[in-house]
T-cell receptor
Framework: DAKTTQPPSMDCAEGRAANLPCNHS???????VYWYRQIHSQGPQYIIH???NNETNEMASLIITEDRKSSTLILPHATLRDTAVYYC????????FGTGTRLQVFP | GAGVSQSPRYKVAKRGQDVALRCDPI?????LFWYQQALGQGPEFLTY????????KSGLPSDRFFAERPEGSVSTLKIQRTQQEDSAVYLC???????????FGPGTRLLVL
């Protein structure tokens, strides 16, 4: 499974877009990019995933570069409840979590 | 529909005791995963089942850890002769297929004294 690199922390103002980057330069052709988040004391929550194309759902958008070596998770209008640790994972079956990005949304 | 459930939610064990942690996956989900999350760290993979077959147990830290899923539904993670370093949150996830989205339970918080 490919290793991912994320900034340890980010801040975002409530109502603004939060753009969380992830580097996965060693990703293999059959590995998906998954994003999960974890709010304190809860299990990880699935956000979105993609293989090659950009994806959007009710929670977020995922932008994957053409060479698939990096991606960006976009929360279009961050709220205080989006404060969490966000994990970017590249893989097929088992998920290899790194240390994630701690996103703090402030009023 | 119900999500993944785990029991107990909290477990305190004395060092040397055996513990059993249960996971009820989402109905119909073929694959089941166990992860261990130490304080302040991301979850780490332990083992993975497809139906009743344990396909990958490369993450189990020692032979004191044993997992089973005898009928391809409920799974139990057993830790024998618990030690203080086993203190962690144990997370279970299930997915309809692999590769596929994994849905996590709330975890069992184990404290070994």
């Amino acid at each position: 499974d490919a290793k991912t690199t994320q900034p340890p922390s980010m801040d975002c103002a409530e109502g603004r877009a939060a753009n969380l980057p992830c580097n996965h330069s060693t990703i293999s052709g059959n590995e998906y990019v998954y994003w999960y988040r974890q709010i304190h004391s809860q299990g990880p929550q699935y956000i979105i995933h993609g293989l090659k194309n950009n994806e959007t759902n009710e929670m977020a958008s995922l932008i994957i570069t053409e060479d698939r070596k990096s991606s960006t998770l976009i929360l279009p209008h961050a709220t205080l409840r989006d404060t969490a640790v966000y994990y970017c994972i590249a893989g097929t079956d088992k998920l290899i979590f790194g240390t994630g990005t701690r996103l703090q949304v402030f009023p | 529909g119900a999500g993944v459930s785990q029991s107990p939610r909290y477990k305190v064990a004395k060092r040397g005791q055996d513990v059993a942690l249960r996971c009820d996956p989402i109905s119909g989900h073929v694959s089941l995963f166990w992860y261990q999350q130490a304080l302040g760290q991301g979850p780490e993979f332990l083992t993975y089942f497809q139906n009743e077959a344990q396909l990958d147990k490369s993450g189990l830290p020692s032979d004191r850890f044993f997992a089973e899923r005898p009928e391809g539904s409920v799974s139990t993670l057993k830790i024998q002769r618990t030690q203080q370093e086993d203190s962690a949150v144990y997370l279970c996830a299930s997915s309809l297929e692999v590769p596929g989205t994994q849905y996590f339970g709330p975890g069992t918080r184990l404290l070994v004294l």
